[in-house]
DNA sequence: CTCCATTTTGCATACGTATGCAAAAACGTT
DNA sequence: AACGTTTTTGCATACGTATGCAAAATGGAG
């Protein structure tokens, strides 16, 4: 029963022709004549006979892996995200080697199991790595490509939402709507995400004479929604309440429902991300969608083109009203 | 600038030796001088070397890349097993290649893929393959175990919760409380889990006399409010409900929230799964922790024994009472 | 220092593929 | 049929590593 793996030699032989030949009806672009390879794939079909990819990678520096550094799949932005990827990079060829974080930074071990299987870039999601490595990897012109991430002293490209102006926009609402005692809770405070929805927001308050009130959370249901039953449970029920992401501000909308307080018309929620369950019928919260497929075709359109020239890119996205705002 | 990739040869050349004793020396169990080491390890840090993974797959055969086909990420409960199973799989020496699939049965495609990359392994996860496609993987000699998933004409291993006890014992809870008027709502009926799962639920009640009312469910959430809803709304109330998934649960959990029925006082409800949102204040949903990590384990167990004698593991896991059951 | 046993080393080859080069085949023209 | 042109083919080699084998180096005993 031990059948031993099939190679082009193989083919080659049953089918009357070299292994050039068959190789060649396995590279696209290259000259066969049709006789040929019909033969070929003929017997190759038979054998059931595909060309080995390690090979193909080692002759070719070439491998079609591309390495995805996930961290905080807990968020289920990321799962939306995760599956994006997968599906975009399999159209464009691209087997995804996959790594799962739990820290901030990408650990050095993780990047050379990328680099040891020669992947044609990385991508990085919600986490950072140390500009040693990021070096390091463009000294092998491996192109890697933060997701939602960027930091001043990384240069390396980044893709993600603009933060800054998204979370402006939505102060300019909050403004609007003639709202003034209003509250910010922020995520985990290392990530360039959550400090720049912060400034985003305060930034363009603060323009306005206005003083904001920030909790410190952490991305989590739980933190947020803790500090918002402690706040209220202390005097102080705010007009609006921002989180830094929607899975904050789910947080938050729940601890005011057990304390009913009621949604928009005591206090009025908003998100960030637009994950899946902010239209579930109990949440309906009002949110910035982050444009993810755009963000994603980006980011894959870097990798594809590794340029020299490093960017930093910022898109825009859009607020969705529903059910948590007036 | 343009940094070749570097290989043995360039740390043998700067050390001294030969191409064979470098590579001894990255190869664990050879037979090397310490002081070679030492010389070797110098330069390959100096050069920033690691061996070429594909070179060393080819050439052993063996890749330590296990393949991961994964379906239905919107579930949550899938983010933590992918989670769990990247994290045990690297700790075990094994990189994982990622695929996301739509389909209820992973396609010959994905398959292929992974057979060109030479996979020592393959864990399909909540989804299908056909017979054909297993045969075949068997006579490559790779394993293949399917991950919440068996069917009769797959003669392949499989590891899952045991469904039908659970859901048994979840009947019997509820007939031990004196419920009467009972509610399950059903996931995608073409998974075994989710039959399994109405099949140890309706069997125990029916063995007691008590026919309860099904409701066909997807596992989604939007499913699960709109007939939850639909029922309510045309006058039947019962005494308990039990989704297929806790997304079904809370689904349901959430309708009932809408308009205004208590929980659990007036209507009970039970979910499986354990995902994290089912701990969460605003749902402390009573429901079936499945038992992850030793599922997970148990597979990878599978994977790195590959017996020619496949098995069905079903492992238990435990009931959990949170506040949506009295 | 000599001899033998043991360890370490280098050489050569293999893994399965892609590709430059030259030979062979096929084709078209007169 | 003879020639030149184009297409197709096979040969040989390369990618970067692991490993059997024999040669070389080391160590220990006398």
Redesign the pocket.
């Known amino acids: 029963m031990e059948k031993k793996?099939i190679?082009?030699?193989d083919v080659a032989k049953l089918a009357n022709?070299?292994?050039?030949?068959v190789?060649?009806v396995?590279?696209s672009g290259?000259?066969?004549?049709e006789?040929?390879r019909k033969k070929v794939l003929k017997v190759a079909d038979e054998l059931n006979y595909r060309?080995?990819a390690l090979?193909?990678g080692?002759?070719?520096q070439k491998t079609n892996m591309v390495g995805l550094a996930m961290k905080d799949i807990q968020n289920p932005f990321y799962h939306e995200v995760l599956g994006m990827f997968t599906q975009k990079l399999k159209e464009k060829g691209f087997s995804v080697l996959f790594v799962y974080t739990e820290n901030e930074e990408i650990e050095q071990e993780e990047i050379n199991n990328f680099l040891e299987y020669n992947v044609e870039g990385i991508i990085v999601t919600d986490a950072l790595l140390s500009s040693k490595v990021v070096t390091k990897l463009h000294n092998n012109n491996i192109p890697v490509i933060l997701f939602n991430r960027y930091h001043k002293d990384i240069n390396c490209d980044s893709v993600s939402c603009d933060n800054i102006n998204a979370a402006s926009e939505i102060a300019g609402y909050i403004y609007d709507e003639g709202y003034r005692d209003i509250v910010f809770i922020t995520g985990k405070s290392n990530t360039s995400t959550s400090r720049d929805r912060q400034k985003g927001f305060t930034d363009f308050l603060k323009h306005k004479g206005i003083d904001i009130t920030i909790l410190e959370g952490d991305y989590s249901y739980e933190e947020s929604y803790h500090l918002t039953e402690t706040m209220i449970e202390n005097g102080h029920q705010p007009e609006v309440i921002f989180g830094a992401n929607d899975v904050t501000a789910i947080g938050a909308l729940d601890a005011l429902k057990a304390m009913s307080i009621s949604v928009p018309e005591e206090v009025s929620v908003i998100g960030f991300d637009d994950i899946k369950m902010s239209s579930w019928p109990s949440y309906m919260l009002s949110t910035w969608a982050q444009p993810i497929e755009e963000m994603i075709n980006e980011t894959i359109n870097l990798l594809l083109t590794n340029s020299k020239h490093k960017e930093t890119l910022k898109l825009k996205g859009h607020f969705i009203h529903r059910n948590t705002t007036k």
């Open positions: 793996v190679s082009a030699k022709v070299s292994q050039s030949t190789s060649r396995f590279t290259a000259s066969v004549s006789k040929s060309p080995n090979a193909r080692l002759i070719k």
